[in-house]
């Protein structure tokens, strides 16, 4: 049960508590699934726009390109931008229905369901598109007017002393560039949480993030350490668990009393459909720290087997995939449900507002206190 807030850096730590729901873990590996697929589809077609084939690209990444060095054509660039950005924003629709039924378990209802929190995401989501847009949209014009400012500069004398007349007002432009582009990072982290905890549009978005960058950027930092600590060792047991759990499937399954070695070229079979990347060599020693190297690597070649074997592998697959999912929304759930804590607390400080409080609790202490204020004018 969750305890009363402190409104303060104490909160922060529960939400490993509050992450592991499998509610939240629920959405979170459907919106983390939708937005793989999103992002390999178009990365996909970024690659072959660019020159590549698709069975070469099949042959390197299966499912999920991962194109690090790879070069793109304009409209591969194009592409593989649109796929990130896409992804970042079914990312961030699922945070926010995570946020949903955070909020709703942290004012009691525990029964809130998924279908709920993922209409409510659809229907009030949309100020997680339009509030960075809005603020990249200034900045884009920021940038227009630089350019026009340099392409002045090129009219022989006049230019030159407009352009100097006008350095000072571009540099102020410039600092103001590095602000705006601060308050779409405080935007995309708190957006859910505004729209979870109350009924904002895209100015209310606006505003809480510009406020918390302007008023309590120090708190939000703090508080960001502590939840990225806290999700870093709370993820960490789960991911060891999960890869313990395959582990032990593993070594039973492998034993020559059962499976045998059936099960090894059903594992290598699932394995090679794991992409290649060089990311995975770097996070080789976090991987091998949480003992789950052996089961996320790739094979090269595919193993000859019997199509009984081949078709079980693939589903075995499919399984690693989605053990993959649920160990990332784990993670996904706790950074979700701490930005909530973290947005609560701010605006308890912030503003003096507890948007745990029922309103019909302030409706009913309020008149209380305003009568017994008259009741105390009349003594006097």
Partial sequence: MWHKPTYSFKDIPR?????????????????????AFFYGVFTYLAL???GAYFNQIWRIWHFIPIPIGESFNTLGYILFISGIVGGIIILLYTQLAIAKITFEQLKGNEFYEVN???SYAIKKGSPLIFSPFTILLIIILLLIGGIILGLIARIPILGKIIFVLMAPFSFFAAMFIIYLFLGIITTLFFAPSVLSSQDADTFDVLFESFSILNEEV????????????????ASSIFIWAVGRSIWIMEKVFSLNISFGKGFNDIEKIALYYFPQSPIFAKLDWLLSFLKVDSIIYNVPEMVHVSKELYFTGVFFAVFLYIAFFMALSYLYSVLSSGRLLEYLAI????????YLKDEEDVEVITPKKEQEGESKEDRD
């Fill in 116 to 118: 709920a929190a993922l």
């Fill in 15 to 35: 939400a490993m508590k509050l992450g592991f729901s499998a509610k939240k873990i629920w959405v979170g590996m459907l919106g983390m699934m939708l937005a």
């Fill in 347 to 354: 605006a308890k400080h912030k503003d003096g507002i507890e």
């Fill in 48 to 50: 072959i726009v660019s």
């Fill in 218 to 233: 120090h708190r939000f930092i703090f508080y960001e350490i502590i939840l990225d600590i806290s999700a870093f060792i």
